[in-house]
């Protein structure tokens, strides 16, 4: 597997090597030992399957008190996947970055603890997994508005279809007034 660095440090575009040939193809979509080598030692607890049609934008989603790693990777269609850095002591705190993932490119993206996380989809269906290294606690769930227009998320599309919670989801900077929501997510990041 090749590793990709992006802007942002530790968040990582892992490109797993393909075996194909006229039959199909076939590739690791996670190897233990292979993403310790590369430094992602994190323990996975879960695993999500979602599936959204065209046009469908989720997020920016992220756990305040238990923050998650996620391993996203599409096994059907094509999203324009983002991660948004919310660790306080980052020198890329409220940096984003965006990758298009799909199940023709078999691109992976690696989202640390610490980061708020959406994705728009720009195929007709798309169905992707992602692994978790914590578990998902509804009353815990926070998220960022999607078009905030301080962070200038460049989304492929233009009206996307959003649930009616992402729709009211506040910006990052209301929640940096409400500065106890971002103080007790970064104690949980960088305590562990």
Known sequence: MKIAKTPIP?????????????????LETFRRRGFEDQGIGQEFVQD?????????????????NHPQGKLIYVISGAIFDVALDLRRESP????????VLSDENHHQLWIPPGFAHGFCV??????????????YHPEDEGGIIWNDPE????????????????????????I?????????????????
């Open 48 to 64: 999500n399957h979602s599936r959204s049609r065209k046009g469908v934008l989720r997020g920016l989603h992220f756990q305040k």
């Open 92 to 99: 890329s705190f409220g940096r984003w970055h965006g990758a």
């Open 122 to 135: 720009i195929s007709e269906q798309v169905d992707l997994v992602y692994k978790c290294t914590d578990y």
């Open 176 to 192: 940096e007034e409400d500065s106890q929501v971002l103080r007790a997510f970064s104690r949980q990041i960088w305590k562990s």
């Open 10 to 26: 530790d968040l990582l575009l892992i490109q797993p090597r393909v075996f194909a040939d006229e039959r199909g193809f076939f």
């Open 151 to 174: 962070l200038k998320i460049e989304w492929p599309i233009a009206n996307p279809i959003v649930s009616e919670k992402d729709s009211k989801n506040p910006t990052l900077r209301a």
